[in-house]
C-alpha cells in the first residue's frame, strides 16, 4: 500500500498547483461547477456565475442535506443500508436523467418523502456513484469552524489545503469531518474506496466527476 499512498501524494501536490491556477480570474469561469452536473450547478449557484466571494476563495460549497442519512431512514427498508440490495448491477446504462427520474418517483411514491429540487439532486448524485462504481462525497456542513460531510463507507478522505498540509478526514461510517480554522482554504478532496478514486472540487457540494 506504501507506493499507492506515495502516489496520492503526488497526484494531490499537481492537483494543488493546479488548484492555485485556477484560482486567477479569467480561469473561474471554466470552473467545474459550471460544466458539471454538480447538484448546485443545475440549481441556485449564484456564486459560481458571479464570482462571489465564496468562489474566489475557494470555500467549500455546502449542500445542507446528507444523502446518506436520508437514505438510510427513508429508503433502506426496501434497498438495504446503502443501497446494499441494489445489486452490482444497479442503473447499469441507465442515463443521469433516467436515474433521476426514478429516484424522484421513489422519493415521492414508496418512501412518503419528497425532497426539494436541490436535495433530490444530491440524493441523485449519491445514485449516479453507485451507478459508476465509485466512491461518493458529499460536503454538508462548515459550521464553527468544523466542515463535515459524508462519504461511501470504508472510503478514505484526504484533504489538502492552501498551504500544501494534508490531512485525512476521520470516517465514521459514512460522516467525515475535518477542523477548518478561519482562513484555512481546502484545495483539494481525494476520496479512495478500493482502487476507485474520485478527486474532489470542494467548491461543489457533491460527488461530481469530470
Ligand atoms: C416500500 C419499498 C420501497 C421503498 C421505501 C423505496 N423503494 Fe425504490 N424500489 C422499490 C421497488 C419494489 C423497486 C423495483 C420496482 C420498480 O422499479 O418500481 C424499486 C426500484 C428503485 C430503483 C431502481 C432500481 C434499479 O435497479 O434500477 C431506485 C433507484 C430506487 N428504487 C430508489 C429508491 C429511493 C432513493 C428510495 C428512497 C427515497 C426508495 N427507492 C424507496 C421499493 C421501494
Known amino acids: 500500500m506504501k507506493p ?3 502516489l496520492i501524494a503526488g497526484t494531490l501536490v499537481c492537483g494543488a498547483v493546479m488548484q492555485a491556477q ?3 480570474p479569467q480561469a473561474q ?3 467545474p461547477q459550471a460544466q458539471s452536473g454538480a ?25 445542507k442535506f446528507a444523502p446518506l442519512d436520508y437514505f438510510n431512514d427513508k429508503c433502506a427498508k426496501c434497498h ?17 436523467e433516467e436515474l ?13 418523502a419528497p425532497l426539494s429540487p436541490h436535495d433530490l439532486n444530491v440524493l441523485v448524485a449519491w445514485h449516479r456513484s453507485l451507478r459508476d462504481g465509485k466512491p461518493f462525497v458529499a460536503s454538508v456542513k462548515l459550521e464553527g469552524g468544523v466542515w463535515s460531510g459524508e462519504a461511501t463507507p470504508g472510503s478514505t478522505v484526504v484533504m489538502e ?20 480554522p ?7 478532496v481525494q476520496v479512495k474506496n478500493g482502487e476507485q478514486v474520485v478527486e474532489f472540487d470542494p467548491r461543489l457540494g457533491a460527488y461530481a466527476p469530470k
Open 100 to 112: 433521476a427520474d426514478t429516484v424522484k418517483q421513489m422519493c415521492e411514491g414508496p418512501a412518503q
Open 80 to 96: 438495504g443500508a446503502y443501497g446494499s440490495f441494489y445489486g452490482k448491477e444497479f442503473a447499469t446504462g441507465k442515463s443521469d
Open 29 to 31: 469561469s471554466g470552473a
Open 161 to 180: 489545503t492552501s498551504t500544501g498540509a494534508r490531512t485525512e478526514a476521520p470516517l465514521k461510517e459514512h460522516r467525515w469531518s475535518a477542523g477548518m
Open 4 to 6: 499507492f499512498l506515495f
Open 182 to 188: 478561519e482562513g484555512v482554504r481546502i484545495t483539494k
Open 39 to 63: 447538484p448546485q450547478a443545475q440549481t441556485d449557484a449564484p456564486q459560481a456565475q458571479t464570482g462571489a466571494p465564496q468562489a474566489q476563495t475557494g470555500a467549500p460549497q455546502v449542500t
Open 22 to 24: 485556477s484560482g486567477a
